[in-house]
């Protein structure tokens, strides 16, 4: 069963459980090993039986364009997607990069990132990333 207005699935059985559902954001140089292991991470959360089956989360790789990021180490991701409709996950995690070379946002990912808190869509950051929402003043007012 799909919820009406958003991608996340229901599983039917016991009671229903809703799908977690990600969205990642790559910053360029992004940090590969903390990329690669959250997804891994959701990967084994996500299926029953160890074969990777993305049953209970689902997660997509997001950009401004469909353009390959370039991680730190040199390999490159291509986006799933381009920024559209935030409300369709529970969590868009940034992943930053190294401070030390060019690893700044596209302007339309801050405006993402600030559409997505007004939207009560949970923003959370690994490595530098975790400056994300600082750097979209969604941390104005806060300690």
Not at 44 to 61: I, Q, Y
């Amino acid at each position: 069963m799909t919820d009406p207005g958003s991608s996340k699935s229901f599983a039917s059985g016991k009671g229903q459980r809703r799908q977690l559902s990600v969205g990642f954001v790559l910053v360029p140089n992004f940090t590969w090993i903390a990329f690669s292991a959250i997804v891994d991470l959701l990967r084994l959360a996500a299926d029953e039986g160890d074969r990777s089956r993305p049953e209970k989360c689902s997660w997509s790789v997001l950009a401004p364009d469909l353009n390959p990021i370039t991680a730190s180490c040199g390999l490159q991701v291509l986006p799933w997607e381009t920024f559209d409709r935030p409300e369709r996950f529970d969590y868009i995690v940034v992943v930053g990069g190294l401070i030390d070379r060019n690893s700044s946002y596209h302007p339309r990912t801050l405006e993402f990132l600030r559409d997505a808190a007004a939207k009560g869509v949970s923003i959370a950051g690994a490595g530098t990333g975790s400056s994300a929402p600082v750097d979209a003043q969604l941390m104005n007012g806060r300690k």
